[in-house]
Each structure stands twice: as C-alpha cells, then as structure tokens.
C-alpha cells in the first residue's frame, strides 16, 4: 500500500524547533517530488515547500523562507521539515504529499499523509 | 507569484442537482510543453486532503465520472453532473506551474 505517515509533531513555545518527520512506503521513494502542505486551524490550505527527487532543488514559501528547511533521505525512504523560529501563526496540521515522479510526466499531488499538528504557545 | 480565486466560497446543493466551482488564475498555467497546470482536490470532513482532476481536465485513479474538470489559461471549473452526499466537504484548486499555490476553497454541503 503507498502511504505517507508523518511524525514530530506537538507543542511548543513561540521561538522554539521542531524537526517533523515523513515516512513514505510502498513506493518507489527516491523517485518523486515531494511537498509539504500545512492547514491552520479553520483555514484553508498553504503550501509551504517542495523538493525535487535528488534534493538538489528547493522551493519554500515566503511566510516560512530563512525559518524552515526541507530534506530528504532517499536511502531511509524519508522526508524532513526542519522548523525553527517558531510563530504562533505556524500553529496548523502539517501533511506530506507525493509530487510527480521524476521519470514521467505531472499526475497530481496524488498521495498525502495523515497529518500531524504543530501547537505553538506559551 | 501566482494567485488562485474561487467562486463561490460557499455552496449549498441539493442531491443530484449539478454543481459547479470556478477557479480564476492571476497568470496563465500553460507551460511551454503545452499542458496547463491546474489540479483540483477535495477534502472531506476530518480527512487528508484528496486528489480529484489533475491537468485541467484528468481524472485521478478512481474518482467518479460525476467530477469532471475544463477551462484553459486562466479561468477553470470543476463541475459535478449530479451532487452526492458523500461529495460534501471542501474543493480547492490548485497551481503546478510555479512552485505550488492553492485557491481559498469553496465549501460544499447539503441544502
């Protein structure tokens, strides 16, 4: 089954980190973009970063550039989001999302995980 | 950067009455390759977000023939041929062309 199951979420204080995790499987990881897409509470949704299969391409938001930093580990079949700097407007669910596969053509954001919320206050 | 609205926001309908979003582009979203680069998502009720039409017009991996998707350039709609209750929730566009943008979402629930 092709799932996406982030992690690292939770509470913590204006200023602070957090480093979320995605674990991908029953897919070929290594081969797709990836996204991370994020919804504040009763808002809709905000894309936030993109990075290409290798890792050697890398887009962010303005409302998270200079704070957040994307990765990925090919080999762990995983997908990171580095936050730092926190705010209390980054208070949201977190998703990862499958992009295009490197090798073929754009078929949609097609998969995303289940989310995990990110809480930040005092 | 790219700027997607939606019409309406909100959307009451009626079981196997038709419905209709729009989703207007502050560019175009056709790429030099020539395909345009809007996709459309639901997310219903306490779920993940959705895949629904992808390329304008491309339905995803099982979704019903009820949704279908046009329009070029700048200006798109998703139409729904006959609303379900189980199609309640909220439709977002989206732009592939730039980095990634998403419309505000239109709300659709039952009359």
């Known amino acids: 089954e092709v799932q996406l199951v982030e992690s690292g979420g939770g509470l913590v204080q204006p200023g602070g980190s957090l480093r979320l995790s995605c674990a991908a499987s029953?897919?070929?990881?290594?081969?797709?973009?990836m996204n991370w897409v994020r919804q504040a509470p009763g808002n809709g949704l905000e894309w936030i970063s993109y990075?290409?299969?290798?890792?050697?391409?890398?887009y962010y938001a303005d409302s998270v550039k200079g704070r957040f930093t994307i990765s990925r580990d090919n080999a762990k079949n995983s997908l990171y989001l580095q936050m730092n700097s926190l705010r209390a407007e980054d208070t949201a669910v977190y998703y990862c999302?499958?992009?295009?596969?490197?090798?073929?053509?754009?078929?949609?954001?097609?998969?995303w995980g289940q989310g995990t919320t990110v809480t930040v206050s005092s | 950067d790219i700027v997607l609205t939606q019409s309406p926001l909100s959307l009451p309908v009626t079981p196997g009455e038709p419905a209709s979003i729009s989703c207007t582009s502050s560019?175009?979203?056709?790429?030099?390759?020539?395909?345009?680069?809007l996709d459309w998502y639901v997310q219903k009720p306490g779920q993940s977000p959705q895949l629904l039409i992808y390329?304008?017009?491309r339905r995803a991996s099982g979704v019903p023939d009820r949704f279908s998707g046009s329009g070029s350039g700048t200006d798109f709609t998703l139409k729904i041929s006959r609303v379900e209750a189980e199609d309640v929730g909220v439709y977002y566009c989206?732009?592939?062309?730039?980095?990634?943008?998403f419309g505000p979402g239109t709300k659709v629930d039952i009359k």
């Open positions: 999302a499958r992009d295009r596969d490197s090798g073929r053509g754009y078929y949609g954001v097609d998969v």
């Open positions: 990075i290409t299969a290798s890792g050697t391409t890398i």
């Open positions: 390329l304008v017009s």
């Open positions: 560019q175009s979203l056709l790429h030099t390759n020539g395909y345009t680069y």
């Open positions: 029953g897919f070929t990881f290594s081969s797709y973009e």
């Open positions: 989206m732009q592939a062309l730039q980095t990634r943008t």
